[in-house]
Every structure is written in structure tokens, then in C-alpha cells.
């Protein structure tokens, strides 16, 4: 494995395992503020890989292989969560500097890790339980009632990994996979929430916190395709309550880095906490456009212990769109148009090849009209996607 280069003036190279789009998007912060950025990537095609200098393809899995590439950075971090513990271990044997740590990380890689460290530092959750049998099952919905909520404390993302479970009957192929794996499944109350926010905060080793207003997120099939910021409607107080549990659940877990906390938001203006995650996420791409500090230049400060930027927003509004992939694969001429039509649009793409229902890249527009600026968001994402063809 080669060696980064590094720039001159004593500026640090931050290490980010793995190639995915939050490293992608992590590349011109960190050419901004100066900083060589080196990436683990899996393939030398993957979408950092396509726009970062240095990024040898490696195992994230096999600790020589990220030890290597470790002893060239002075801070290692992640674009994935699913970086095993002894790998992270041995970074810290090493003396590497790890954000987040492995404590914090096992939070977001394992649910039933979490939903226990969240209910004992009373944080407001659904009712959960872990399950190992059907008799297990029929007792929680004996309970609480059907349906249930059944998730894999594993891998699950972007609705992945989640079933809405009816009667037993819907749970046992999953029950079955979970003990070949040799892990219980982790069930949750169904919740009759109002809408989904989240709250995106950046925490730093030395303990200082800063968060982005809270958003609004809206689902299409269990993956997010419009964020909203600030989320319309929410008061100042539900606001402030929300944050706190965020930068409480930070400080309880001692994140460093940037962290998102999904919530349900429920009729009597309450929040529960759905998920966490410690990395950039999907919920605070609208920050690149439309705070003064976006999500990944708080990352990268944040992980290198530097005084965090402002998360204020820069206009009364943004609203993010994700493209999804469609049937069209030549995306590149759809800028003339989207351009054109809307010269103050902000079309961000992955580099990723396209397929039906893939995140593929999202758009930023600000101003003042939320009405106008939600149809222009979706007509930018559908044309990309070919759902619209002018």
C-alpha cells in the first residue's frame, strides 16, 4: 500500500474507511480546509474512489489490511458502520485515533445494543423487547397487540431489515434466520407517530456539541426521499426538547463526529427515538447548501478535535430531494435542463451506477417559499430519475 501524500504546513490526513457517498461528499470540506483525505474503498470504481487521490482498495474486515492503512492517517473514521470490533481494537492497540470509538459505534451497529443503552439513560423509546422464540413474539403482542414491529439489530438500513409483522405466522422465517446467525431479533411497539424528524448534531473529543436546526423527513416506501428544514411546524419548544435528547444520547454515548437521531414524532407534540446514526447521514445533506457549516466540514472538524463551525441556516428554508435511480443510466444531459430551469439549484450526484430505487445523489434548493421550494426539489429529483421528462 502506498503512502498519502501529505500537504505542506502540518495539516493532518484524515483516514475514512470506506468508499461510499458520505466519503465521496467529505472530499471538498476537506480540500477546503486543507486537510488530505485518504479512503479505504472496496472497489477502485466506488464513489470516493472516483474523486479522492488516495483510496487503495482494501478488506475493511481484516485488521492488517486496515492497520496499514492506518499508520498512514492521524485520524480514522467512517463511511459505514459496519467496521468489525477487532479491527477497530487493534487501531486503538496502535495508538490510532478512532471517531467514532467502538463503544460509541456499537450503538449504531447493534439495535438491541442501543435501545438498552437509550432505555437506562432514560431516553423516550418505543416498548421493545428481544426475541428468540415464538413464544417470545406472542407474549410481546399479547401485550402490547399486532402488528409488531420486527427488526434484524444487524445491517438493516434504508427499510431493510424491517417487517411489520401481523401474527406470528409472519415472523418465523425470520425468527429461523436470526438463530442461524445466532442473534435474537429486537420488537417494537407499533407507533402511531404524526411525522419523522431528526435531529443531526456534531460532537468533538473535547466534548464540544453543535446541532443543525431539526428536520422534518419524509418516507416513500421506507426510504427518505425529502428532508425539510427546518421541519414545518414544529415550535420552539419541541424543537429545544428534541435537540436535548439528541446532544443527551451524544454526551450518554460519547460520540465523536456527527450523529443523527431519528425520531417519530407523535400526536401530543412528544418524541420517541427510532434509530441512530454516528456517521454524516441522508437527513443532513440539505446543511451542504443551506447552513453555514455542512455536515461534512463538521465531520471532518469534528473528528481532528477542531472548534466546530455554525449549524445556522442560511435561508428561512431548504429542502432536500434524493434521487433515486430509474430506468435511465446517461444522467449527465439532464443538467442543461435542471440548470436552466433552475439556476439556483444544487444537484449533488454519487458517481454510483445506476439502479431502480438506489440513492444515486439528491438536490438542494433554499428560499423563502416552502411551497415552491418542495415542487422544484421533486421536479429536479424525477427528471434525473426519468419519472418526468421536461
Known amino acids: 500500500m502506498s503512502i498519502p501524500p501529505r500537504a505542506p504546513g502540518g495539516f493532518p490526513v484524515v483516514g475514512i474507511i470506506g468508499g461510499g457517498q458520505l466519503a465521496r461528499m467529505c472530499a471538498g470540506p476537506a480540500a477546503e480546509l486543507g486537510v488530505t483525505l485518504a479512503v479505504l474503498a472496496e472497489a477502485p470504481d466506488v464513489s470516493a474512489a ?54 460509541a459505534l456499537l450503538h449504531a451497529q447493534d439495535k438491541l445494543v ?15 423487547a428481544a426475541a428468540s422464540s415464538e ?85 416513500t416506501d421506507g426510504v427518505c426521499t425529502e428532508v425539510i428544514a427546518p421541519a414545518p411546524g414544529l415550535d420552539a419548544q419541541a424543537a429545544s426538547a428534541a435537540t436535548v435528547i439528541g446532544l443527551d444520547i451524544a454526551a450518554a454515548l460519547e460520540v465523536t463526529g456527527v450523529m443523527a437521531v431519528e425520531l417519530f414524532e407523535l400526536e401530543d407534540g412528544s418524541v420517541v427515538v427510532n434509530e441512530l446514526a454516528m456517521r454524516p447521514h441522508n437527513s443532513g445533506h440539505w446543511s451542504m447548501d443551506g447552513a453555514v457549516t455542512g455536515q461534512f466540514e463538521q465531520h471532518l472538524r469534528a473528528v481532528l478535535d477542531l472548534p466546530l463551525g ?18 435511465p443510466t446517461d444522467l449527465y444531459p439532464t443538467y442543461r435542463h435542471l440548470m436552466a430551469r433552475d439556476p439556483e439549484l444544487k444537484v449533488h450526484m454519487y458517481g454510483k ?33 426519468g419519472v418526468i421528462t421536461e
Open 353 to 385: 451506477s445506476v439502479r431502480p430505487g438506489r440513492k444515486i445523489g439528491h438536490v438542494n434548493v433554499s428560499g423563502s417559499d416552502l411551497d415552491d421550494l418542495r415542487e422544484r426539489a421533486r421536479h429536479a429529483a424525477d427528471y434525473i430519475q
Open 114 to 128: 442501543m435501545r438498552a443503552a437509550l432505555t437506562e439513560a432514560g431516553v423516550p423509546c418505543p416498548r421493545w
Open 50 to 103: 472516483l474523486v479522492t487521490p488516495f483510496a487503495p482498495v482494501g478488506d475493511h474486515t481484516d485488521v492488517a489490511t486496515v492497520r496499514e492503512f492506518a499508520s498512514h492517517c492521524d485520524v480514522i473514521t467512517f463511511d459505514h458502520e459496519h467496521v468489525p470490533a477487532e479491527v477497530i481494537d487493534a487501531l486503538l492497540a496502535d495508538g490510532v485515533a478512532v471517531h467514532p470509538g467502538p463503544a
Open 310 to 327: 455554525s449549524p445556522r441556516a442560511r435561508e428561512p428554508w431548504t429542502v432536500m430531494g434524493n434521487v433515486l435511480g430509474g430506468e
Open 135 to 219: 413464544q417470545d413474539v406472542i407474549a410481546f403482542a399479547d401485550e402490547l397487540g399486532w402488528p409488531v414491529v420486527v427488526k434484524t439489530p444487524r445491517g438493516g438500513y434504508d427499510g431493510k431489515g424491517v417487517l411489520l409483522a401481523e401474527r406470528i405466522d409472519d415472523v418465523r422465517e425470520w425468527l429461523a434466520a436470526a438463530a442461524e446467525r445466532g442473534e435474537q431479533l429486537l420488537l417494537e411497539q407499533r407507533v402511531p407517530f404524526v411525522r419523522e424528524l431528526s435531529v443531526l448534531l456534531a460532537r468533538s473529543p473535547s466534548g464540544q456539541a453543535a446541532a443543525w436546526p431539526v428536520v422534518e423527513t419524509v418516507q
